[in-house]
Each structure stands twice: as structure tokens, then as C-alpha cells.
């Protein structure tokens, strides 16, 4: 269950609460737990299908997470500006272009371990 209707979901519940007094709370209560308990089986349910299937749980292929590749990239700005001005004073040229092969591969790595997996067997789409 999304947020938004979770939030819409426990506002009924409250407001249900205030019209019918403090007798049906439990009841009340545990209807809103059942909603919750529910929704948290079919999202594991999900979860265990996109397993099954092979992708990631909660995400699809080209979805990825946008905060943690935003993160690694601007890590990687910040480390690449001390690490290109000691190679280039080092090395001059050839320590700039090692430094930025070595930042380039780093970001290529982590850019291929989000692609999906191919199983021995799997027909290209």
C-alpha cells in the first residue's frame, strides 16, 4: 500500500474511531492492523517473484535508485579533482590520463552491477 493511501487509510480508521466512541477501538484496530498485515504479505509476495524472475525486489530494470547513483556520482567529482591535480603533477599527462581511466572503470563498474543478469540459456529479447 502506498503512503498516501496508508495515511488515507489510518485518517477513516481515526475518524471512525470518533464517531463510534472508545468501545470499538479494538475492533477498529485491528481491522487497521489486518489492512497493514495485507498489504505487507503481497508486497513480500512481489518481492518474491521479482526474485524468482530475476530482478531486483522493488525495482524494476531501468528503474534504479536515483539518490545512490546521484551520490556515487558526485563522490566520484569530489575524489576526481584532487586525485587529477596529484597525477597531473606527478606524471603530468600520462598520470592525468591513468587517474582518469581509473575514475572512468570505477564508474563503469558500478554502472554494470545494476545492468540485469543473464542466465546461461536466456534468448536475448
Not at 591513468?98 to 536466456?122: C, E, M, Q, T, Y
Request: charged share 25%; glycine share 8%; net charge neutral.
Amino acid at each position: 500500500m502506498e503512503r498516501q493511501e496508508l495515511k488515507k487509510e489510518l485518517d477513516a480508521t481515526l475518524g471512525a474511531r470518533r464517531e463510534l466512541g472508545p468501545e470499538y477501538e479494538p475492533a477498529l484496530v485491528d481491522s487497521f492492523v489486518d489492512t497493514i498485515h495485507t498489504q505487507v504479505r503481497r508486497r513480500l509476495a512481489e518481492e518474491r517473484l521479482a526474485t524468482a524472475r530475476g530482478e531486483r525486489p522493488g525495482h524494476s530494470a531501468d528503474d534504479g535508485n536515483f539518490g545512490e547513483r546521484f551520490g556515487f556520482a558526485i563522490v566520484t567529482l569530489v575524489l576526481a579533482v584532487p586525485l587529477t591535480a596529484i597525477a597531473a603533477a606527478q606524471a603530468h599527462l600520462t598520470g592525468l590520463l591513468v587517474s582518469w581511466a581509473g575514475i572512468v572503470a570505477v564508474n563503469f563498474a558500478h554502472a554494470a552491477k545494476r545492468l540485469p543478469r543473464r542466465h546461461p540459456g536466456d534468448r536475448p529479447a
